[in-house]
């Protein structure tokens, strides 16, 4: 196993050539990673223009409150091998549709009449499990699984739960745009971290 | 009290000293002076025992009596006790007017039954081991104070979430004997500094019961963001207590505060105000609060306990629809919460209430103003029906404004009144809008389904459709839309009984055989309410029946006269009843009868050969079910020779025609027209009117305006139709479209004669009514032609109305002149185009012959009167105009050359022979010489300074001619000379006229080379080439030299030399040897004027011949 996670180091792809199917699927898995992280970015700023001001202020910035069940991308994943990155990517995109649910619940009852963001929400939350769902197959196409059960969706789910039936209104738009934010940043790190599996992509 | 004893003693004291002052009136008034000082000093003494006795008393009774109650029924009556006393004192204290009640107790109150109105002695009689001291006081209830107790507040809690608190407490009412008004004072504090932030008076009523009472305020601030403090009391105002009511004493203080757990909270936390409100949000913190938005806005801060502070806004503004965040920043994080501004639901609008299908309830309404609230903020509408006691109840999101909101409710078996209420409710507020209905009034049924049509037979056919709903207890009342093909639809109601199985069937009668009809239909109930919407329209066509009438007829004999042509016309629709296949056409008479059958339809004319006879021609038409009763005309045209052609004009679409009542008009009169420009047999249409009628408008999609129709109106007899009246008409008359076409036929010097013709029919479009014949002088292609007939002044216009006329002379016409014709015709539709010609009239030969021999002859009178006039004065006028001029020769004053005057070849000496001198003077601008005196005659070059310059610049010649007088004598020429003038006197120049005059090539060649005599005239009119060097000639010579250019001179004299120079624009006339000539008296005569040539007669030679004469 070791030797095949270390195949799938950066620093041996450019002496291994993948399979093609592999490699198409790659690339298919890191286009949708790219696509979404732009629809990503779209949803964070919609979400941001409808929570009012001073949401979408310049210098309006809530702290990075932590959101339960869901980490931030650490400043370490960089340095963490490219298989072990793709599992926290896939563990992370697993956790995000529960929370952007939450949040579309939430915002039905605040923008009712805003169905391109609640639409978005909704797509989001699909999304994000699909790619998830490909990073998982791509792993167990590269022999590197997930073993262990996964916890992370269940808790999740009960974060997302408890954060939806938080009382306070600004609470959840705060805790709406954190999540739109991770939901934006775990898509962009896929898809830095597909890209590195790309023949020619980032040592 | 006190005051009431003081003043008692100082009374008796008083009386004691009147008396004692009394028997000093009856002293001596020596006397009265010690007297008067032993009284002072009386006085003084009296006056310091009393107030011994006053501090004596003082001092050792009772005192300060005041008595107090809190239950209005025992008065408690405290005083201080006298000073010196001890432990030990017992007090007596007596109550005078209550039947001398008396207590003795040992301290320095006594609570006694409240005393009724007045006043009660109070007699307090102290009792210690060295004496007693008694005090009387006098007490009323006036001075006895109500004090209540101090209320207790019993409970103080707190809605947080609507900020309010509430107050409970006991009044304590069963203390009170009567009922009295309480009022109370309610004090608010806030912060641990406890300021004060509300005081309300509060009002109850004590009832004989203790009352548990309630108050409750809504604080502006969060309840969570400070402490709270309420503290009470109480003052009762009893109408049965005349003393002084005073407040009781506060209660003790509650408070109300929120425990804060470690994290920073703010409030109010997602409140729903009424927009325009004031709201106070704060931020329960432990750490600095550096800022506070409101949206975007900044906010200052109010400062709370601890790090607490609070930010209040004034009028909010409606929020949108993620309501309004306020936003307070600490170091290192935010804190927030969301308020909502909106409005309570509007008054639901326009609440109706009706069904499709009497099986459920459709009531709508409009929400009115939005109230910006969404979500679970959104107005609830809840629709109760209070006979029944059900209600449905309606959420949804705010639709827009204008958005009808619907709720269903299920039809209840057997109620048919129904009374809504329908309620709107949110966190501000609920409204509410009710009605009453009958729901079988208002039923709107849905779109009848399934339309079908079926024949019954060619007039009748059944409807069938389905219409949803239970109507078995109403009548249906549906409207039949019947569409006939081109025509106009009918609608027709029918009522119907309601049905349980929504099928109907309805039969409509009454329609056209063989006509294509839409049908659809729509229903309401027969208490109308409103109609459904229409079914899907349906086209049915009927089937065919027998044809109604027969065709109508019309007959014509043909040309020849020996057929007869039988027209008919195609049956309408409604009486065809059907395709028609053929006619049948029959002629019979006593004696036979001929007939063509099978006629097929598009033919609608047929011709029989028939002799004179009387028939009866009958014709029928058939279509698939049957032929149709005959139509019948008589063939017999009854002669009438009473005939003349009328004219009449129609009414744009149509022609009316009327005729007298003629009963011998049994039958129907007929109409039949043509038009008039069609070859025979003239038959475009025809019409048949009743007998009893006696006018018609006889229309025709075929009239066209401008076109002439004849009319025929026949009568009909029993035995035939008779020819009644010719009519020629119009149905619009218009302008003629050509113009008529005209000739000249004669021109003389003064007339011309002119002659048209008719114009065609076809292009006259109108009956005419005349023409318009335009003239005046005018000349092609000029500008007055083209106004000739719009009213030029010079135009003379003949309105031509005998239509008979053909021809028209137009006299006093001037001869040889240019003349404009025009004519055109004109209708009553107007004007046509014109036609226009120009004619010139002849010459008029006598009258320029007159106008020739007049002048002729007044010029031949005027010559011959003038001649004899001259003849016989030429004396006079020789003396006048033309003295005689002395002969210098003969002169001996004068020696001339012999050059200046040919034939003297020496000078001679001048003799002074008598003659008559002339004095000629000739100066030079330049010459400072005086003038002489006398008549001047200024030359033409002198009229013209501006050209001096540039012909003559040294010389200005003033010639003076004084004949009778010599003022001077001329100097020396040499001196002249130098002086640049000359001064030269002639004597008789006519005298040398003739030898001087050279001819012009002469004066040429030598104009100056002679020292002799030379004009002193120089002309420079004609700056030639020549003159410049007869110019520079002229001033190289010495001695007398002629003044006057000689080429410019014009010698018009046939007696003198003629100069014709075609250069010289400026003829002079003189001598060339003198500028002393007659001519220049005479004013020269018009030079261009060929008259003034020498060839022509003039009269200047005239006299100039009778001169030489």
Redesign the interface.
């Known amino acids: 196993m070791s030797r095949r996670e270390g195949s799938l180091a950066p620093q041996a792809d450019s002496s291994v050539s993948l399979l093609p199917h592999l490699e198409a699927k790659i690339r298919q898995t890191h286009s949708l990673a790219h696509l979404l992280t732009k629809y990503a970015e779209q949803l964070l700023q919609e979400y941001v223009q409808?929570?009012?001001?001073?949401?979408g202020?310049p210098g309006?910035s809530?702290?990075r409150l932590p959101v339960a069940g869901l980490s931030a991308p650490a400043p370490s994943h960089a340095g963490l091998p490219v298989h072990e990155r793709l599992r926290l990517d896939a563990a992370a995109l697993a956790a995000l549709p529960p929370l952007l649910d939450a949040v579309r619940r939430r915002?039905?009852?605040?923008?009712?009449?805003?169905p391109r963001l609640l639409r978005r929400l909704e797509d989001a939350a699909r999304q994000a499990r699909a790619l998830g769902a490909a990073v998982e197959a791509l792993l167990a196409a590269l022999g590197a699984a997930n073993r262990g059960p996964r916890a992370e969706p269940p808790a999740a789910a009960a974060a997302a739960t408890s954060a939806s039936a938080a009382?306070?209104?600004?609470?959840a738009?705060?805790l709406g745009l954190r999540v739109c934010g991770l939901y934006r940043e775990w898509l962009s790190r896929t898809e830095g971290d597909l890209g590195q599996l790309l023949p020619g992509g980032p040592a | 009290m006190l005051y009431r004893s003081l003043t008692d003693c100082i009374a008796q004291t008083m009386d004691i000293y009147l008396c004692l002052k009394r028997p000093s009136w009856m002293v001596a008034s020596k006397r009265m002076r010690t007297a008067s000082n032993f009284q002072w000093l009386l006085s003084i003494f009296i006056l310091l025992y009393l107030m011994n006795q006053v501090n004596s008393q003082k001092k050792e009774g009772p005192h300060d009596l005041k008595c107090v109650t809190n239950n209005l029924q025992v008065w408690d009556c405290s005083w201080k006790a006298p000073s010196g006393t001890s432990r030990g004192t017992n007090y007596e204290v007596c109550i005078e007017n209550r039947s001398h009640s008396c207590y003795r107790l040992e301290k320095t109150n006594i609570k006694i039954p409240a005393l009724s109105h007045g006043d009660y002695e109070i007699i307090i009689n102290s009792l210690h081991d060295f004496g007693s001291s008694t005090s009387k006081f006098t007490l009323n209830e006036k001075n006895v104070s109500l004090i209540p107790d101090t209320p207790e507040i019993l409970n103080l809690s707190a809605d947080f979430s609507t900020s309010t608190l509430y107050l409970k407490w006991n009044d304590r009412g069963s203390v009170f004997p009567h009922h009295s008004n309480v009022i109370w004072e309610i004090k608010v504090l806030r912060k641990g500094s406890m300021e004060l932030v509300k005081l309300v008076t509060h009002n109850t009523t004590l009832n004989g019961k203790d009352t548990l009472h309630h108050w409750s305020w809504a604080s502006d601030m969060p309840l969570e963001c400070a402490i709270h403090f309420v503290e009470i009391r109480c003052r009762i105002d009893s109408l049965h207590f005349s003393g002084r009511k005073e407040w009781s004493d506060w209660s003790p203080v509650k408070n109300i505060s929120w425990t804060p757990d470690s994290q920073t909270k703010v409030f109010p936390q997602d409140k729903v105000i009424l927009v325009g409100s004031d709201i106070t949000f704060c931020c329960v913190s432990q750490e600095k609060v550096l800022s506070a938005l409101i949206g975007h806005t900044n906010c200052p801060l109010i400062h709370l306990d601890g790090e607490s502070v609070a930010i209040k806004i004034h009028n909010i503004s409606v929020s949108a629809s993620s309501g309004t965040n306020v936003v307070f920043t600490t170091e290192d994080n935010i804190f927030g919460t969301v308020v909502f501004a909106g409005y309570p639901p509007d008054t639901p609008q326009q609440l109706d209430c009706e069904t499709h299908d009497l099986k459920e309830i459709i009531c709508s309404w409009n929400p009115g103003r939005s109230t910006g609230l969404v979500g679970p903020r959104a107005t609830i509408y809840t629709l109760y029906e209070s006979f029944s006691g059900k209600y449905v109840r309606y959420k949804r999101d705010e639709a827009p404004t204008n958005e009808s909101y619907q709720l269903f409710f299920q039809m209840l078996p057997n109620q048919q009144i129904y009374n809504f209420t329908l309620n709107a409710h949110n966190p501000l507020g609920q409204s509410e809008s009710t009605i009453l209905v009958n729901i079988t009034e208002k039923v709107y049924p849905h779109t009848p389904t399934s339309f079908k049509v079926k024949d019954i037979n060619s007039t009748a056919v059944t409807l069938s459709w389905h219409l949803p709903g239970n109507f078995a207890k109403i009548n249906l009342l549906c409207q039949i839309e019947i569409k006939k093909s081109k025509s106009v639809q009918e609608q027709r109601n029918v009522t119907i009984k309601g049905v349980e199985n929504s099928s109907y069937l309805v039969a409509l009668d009454k329609l056209n055989p063989y006509t294509l009809y839409t049908l659809r239909i729509r229903c309401s109930t027969e208490a109308f309410w409103k109609w459904s919407k229409w079914s899907n329209k349906k086209q049915h066509l009927t089937t065919e029946a027998i044809p109604s009438k027969g065709p109508d007829t019309w007959r014509e004999w043909s040309s020849d006269g020996k057929n007869l042509i039988i027209y008919w016309k195609p049956l309408p629709i409604n009486e065809a009843n059907g395709k028609i296949l053929s006619y049948n056409v029959s002629c019979s008479s006593d004696e036979e009868t001929q007939s063509l059958s099978e006629i097929p339809d598009p033919q609608h004319k047929a011709e029989i050969r028939l002799d004179k006879n009387d028939y009866i021609i009958s014709v029928v038409a058939k279509n698939s079910v049957g032929s149709s009763p005959p139509s019948k005309i008589a063939s017999m045209e009854i002669p009438n020779d009473d005939l003349e052609i009328e004219q009449v004009v129609g009414m744009g679409k149509g022609i009316l025609l009327t005729w007298h009542y003629d009963p011998n008009m049994t039958c129907d009169y007929v109409i039949k027209w043509c038009n008039s420009s069609r070859l025979e047999p003239c038959l475009m249409d025809w019409r048949k009117v009743p007998s009893n009628s006696t006018e018609t408008v006889i229309e025709s999609d075929q009239f066209r305006p401008g076109v002439r129709y004849n009319f025929f109106l026949y009568g009909c007899r029993n035995q035939g139709y008779q020819l009644l009246r010719t009519i020629i008409g119009y149905v619009e008359e218009l302008a003629p479209i050509v113009a008529p076409n005209f000739t000249v036929e004669d021109t003389s010097a003064d007339s011309i004669l002119v002659k048209w013709e008719d114009i065609p029919v076809e292009e006259l479009r109108g009956f005419l009514r005349g023409y318009l014949f335009y003239f005046g002088k005018g000349e092609r292609d000029t500008s007055k032609m083209r106004v000739l007939v719009s009213g030029h002044s010079d135009i003379k216009v003949k309105n031509i109305t005998d239509m008979s006329q053909k021809t028209l002379r137009i006299a006093d016409l001037q001869g040889k002149t240019s003349y404009h014709l025009v004519l055109r015709a004109y209708t009553d539709g107007g004007m046509g185009p014109e036609k226009s010609m120009y004619v010139v009239t002849k010459e008029n030969s006598v009258g320029l012959i007159i106008a020739i021999l007049i002048p002729v002859a007044v010029a031949v009178i005027v010559g011959v009167v003038t001649s004899i006039l001259c003849y016989r004065k030429r004396e006079w006028i020789k003396e006048t105009f033309y003295p005689d001029i002395p002969n210098p020769e003969n002169c001996k004053a004068l020696q001339f050359q012999k050059s200046v005057c040919e034939g003297s070849n020496a000078l001679k000496t001048l003799e002074m022979n008598p003659c008559t001198p002339n004095n000629v003077e000739v100066l030079e601008t330049r010459s400072a010489f005086p003038k002489i005196e006398d008549t001047e005659i200024i030359s033409p070059v002198a009229e013209r300074p501006e050209d001096r310059s540039d012909a003559e610049p040294e010389n200005h010649v003033v010639v003076s001619y004084c004949p009778p007088i010599i003022e001077e004598e001329i100097p020396n020429p040499a001196a002249d000379e130098a002086g640049g003038a000359a001064q030269v006197i002639y004597i008789d120049v006519q005298s040398m006229y003739q030898p001087q005059a050279k001819p012009e090539e002469e004066q040429e060649n030598n104009p100056v080379g002679g020292a002799g005599y030379k004009p002193q005239m120089h002309l420079p009119i004609n700056s030639t080439v020549e003159d410049i060097a007869a110019e520079e000639d002229l001033d190289k010579t010495v001695g007398y030299r002629p003044q006057a250019n000689v080429n410019t001179w014009n010698l018009v004299s046939p007696d003198s030399p003629r100069s014709i120079d075609s250069n010289s624009e400026i003829v002079s006339f003189g001598s060339p040897c003198s500028i002393n000539s007659r001519q220049f008296l005479i004013p020269p005569k018009d030079e261009d004027s060929p008259k003034s040539n020498g060839g022509g007669w003039s009269f200047t030679n005239f006299f100039q011949n009778k001169s030489n004469d």
């Open positions: 409808l929570q009012g001001d001073p949401f202020l309006f809530p702290p915002q039905a009852e605040l923008n009712p009449r805003a009382s306070g209104v600004f609470p738009k705060v």
